[in-house]
């Protein structure tokens, strides 16, 4: 098993900044991609970023590219989100996700282990 443990919402004017993280620890040799999600009340669970477990290769969202930026951290298992020029529509429980393929998707049903989750509230 994988847990992860995302933290780093929170409530920021737009235009703001936010970094989230997601610490990893159990069975991490078997993660091949990392990712974030997000989820607004009443929308379905949306692709935001992702990055290999190695941190080569890197994918996002058109709708956060340019602003949002996933790294990681190799000796904290650890992968971050910064988060710039927020916006209101920004605004969701973020989830950090595992998947065990090397393959870059953006459907949620191919990450195998999740957060629990943590709000960003981008106010106008």
């Known amino acids: 098993q994988v847990q992860l443990v995302e933290s780093g919402g929170g409530l920021v004017q737009a235009g703001g900044s936010l970094r989230l993280s997601c610490a990893a620890s159990g069975r991490t040799f078997s993660i091949s991609i990392m990712g974030w999600f997000r989820q607004a009340p009443g929308k379905e669970r949306e692709f935001v970023a992702a990055i290999s477990w190695s941190g080569d290769r890197t994918y996002y969202a058109d709708s956060v590219k340019g602003r949002f930026t996933i790294s990681r951290d190799n000796a904290k298992n650890t992968v971050y989100l910064q988060m710039n020029s927020l916006k209101p529509e920004d605004t969701a429980v973020y989830y950090c996700?595992?998947?065990?393929?090397?393959?870059?998707?953006?459907?949620?049903?191919?990450?195998?282990?999740w957060g629990q989750g943590t709000q960003v509230t981008i106010s106008s």
């Open positions: 996700a595992a998947g065990r393929s090397p393959i870059i998707y953006t459907n949620p049903g191919q990450y195998t282990y």
